[in-house]
């Protein structure tokens, strides 16, 4: 029953009648991966430059995640956070020696890595004996779905229809560093920002503005909470891109590519923040379960060991060429912004044409911030593949542009 055979039409219909309908899906159903390529059900090769937006670093079936992933399921998945178990100190370690932060607590998604920073920094404040509640995030940030963190999203389309959200948010935006001095005061709990706003649009910060961030953060003591759930790991060519900015934030969230694929999400926490936290202050059921952290250790070996960081600086820049270049030549994009393998382009007009498009041509990519074509590949793209996908797209802007 739970492996039946179906077509992609009976899927469609099946899901129409029983899956909550959150989501508005392409008419395409994959089937399986192998490396930057999906093929779906009716045997089409796509070239993936999305990786299920940002999460299948190493790109699909790799063998070397799998063979982790499989060993792992073989012999112990589960036993909950009621006992040790060998990786997830391992995985704390690593993480720690990437970010500087000394302490990770481990959840299965973004939105819970930003929900724990959230309460470790009103944590932080009770803990000292002078509660604060405010915290100041951006405009155009995203930081996920649950209460918490959508109360730190600034999008009204996704927070009117569940209001009351916390109270005490102050939004203020982006790389305006005068308003953001203005906002932040005693009051102020933290400062969370995504380093690259990723929904809400690939806007990199600048540096002037991590800068503010830092100088507001030691006059009034708020802690600073990096969200980089979708800007961490690699994504950009540096471990963590909140470094690269200046900022030395006392949290930082991380989610997507660090399990491949397997939900595997952590807040990283300075010392200062840690001595604040006791036990029972915050948990998880699944949280750091062993297949989690072999995955995400898995992860870490291709990143660190295997070479993948090193070379996804040189690859993003090759990347950036291909999207000047096209930029340039296309009158519908307005821009190209982003850094390593995380870019946007901005068009002149909604971006969903060419995505779909795109699916005609061949290759996966997304909208976001309504104008904004998102390109975030797997984490192992070669240049040939690179190529390869933008030749891709590239096409679609052509057929789009000579159909306006
Ligand atoms: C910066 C950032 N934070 C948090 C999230 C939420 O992550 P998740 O969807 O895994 O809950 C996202 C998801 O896109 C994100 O981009």
């Known amino acids: 029953m739970s492996m039946q055979t179906t077509t992609a039409d009976e899927i469609q219909a099946r899901e129409a009648r029983h899956v909550l309908q959150t989501y508005r899906r392409a008419p395409i159903t994959f089937v399986r991966g192998q490396g930057v390529r999906l093929y779906d059900a009716d045997g089409r ?90 915290i100041v995030a951006l405009e155009q940030s995203f930081h996920g779905r649950t209460f918490g963190a959508l109360s730190v999203t600034a999008d009204e ?34 400062i969370i920002a995504e380093p690259i706003q990723g929904e809400g649009g690939v806007r990199p910060l600048t540096p002037a503005f991590a800068a503010a961030i830092m100088e507001a953060s030691s006059k009034t003591g708020a802690l600073v909470i990096a969200d980089e759930v979708q800007s961490g790991l690699g994504r ?15 949290l930082v969230s991380v989610g997507k590519a660090l399990g491949g694929g397997i939900a595997v999400g952590a807040a990283l926490v300075s010392q200062e923040v840690a001595d604040t936290i006791s036990v029972g202050d915050h948990g998880s059921t699944y949280g750091g379960n062993l297949l989690a952290c072999r995955a995400a250790l898995c992860f870490l070996d291709e990143l660190v060991d295997g070479g993948l960081l090193a070379r996804i600086g040189r690859v993003g ?88």
């Not at 569940?162 to 953001?180: C, M, Q, S």
């Not at 911030?369 to 975030?376: D, Q």
Request: glycine share 10%; charged share 20%; with cysteine.
């Open 45 to 134: 090769e796509y070239l993936d430059l999305l990786s299920g937006i940002g999460v299948a670093s190493l790109g699909h079936a790799h063998p070397g995640l799998a063979r982790a992933i499989a060993e792992q399921a073989q012999t112990l998945i589960h036993t909950s956070n009621l006992f040790y178990h060998p990786f997830q100190g391992q995985l704390a370690e690593r993480l720690a020696g990437l970010s500087g932060l000394p302490r990770a607590f481990f959840c299965n998604s973004g939105t819970e890595a930003v929900e724990a920073c959230l309460k470790f920094a009103r944590r932080y404040w009770y803990t000292r004996g002078e509660p604060r509640a405010e």
């Open 157 to 190: 389309h996704y927070r009117a229809p569940f209001a009351p959200l916390l109270a005490g948010i102050r939004f203020v935006p982006a790389n305006r560093p005068t308003e953001l001095l203005a906002a932040v005061s005693k009051a102020t709990a933290a």
């Open 236 to 250: 950009t060519g540096y471990p963590f891109y909140s470094a690269a900015l200046g900022l030395r934030p006392h």
């Open 317 to 404: 820049r090759h990347v950036e060429q291909r999207l000047r270049s096209m930029a340039a030549k296309h009158p519908l994009i307005k821009e190209a912004r982003g850094t390593g393998l995380m870019w946007g382009l901005e068009l002149t007009r909604d971006a969903g044409p060419i995505v779909q498009e795109g699916l005609v041509h061949g290759v996966i990519v997304n909208r976001t911030a309504e104008n904004v074509v998102r390109l975030l590949p797997p984490l192992v793209i070669t240049e040939p593949e690179v190529d390869e996908g933008l030749g891709r797209l590239d096409a679609a802007f052509r057929a789009v542009g000579a159909a306006a």
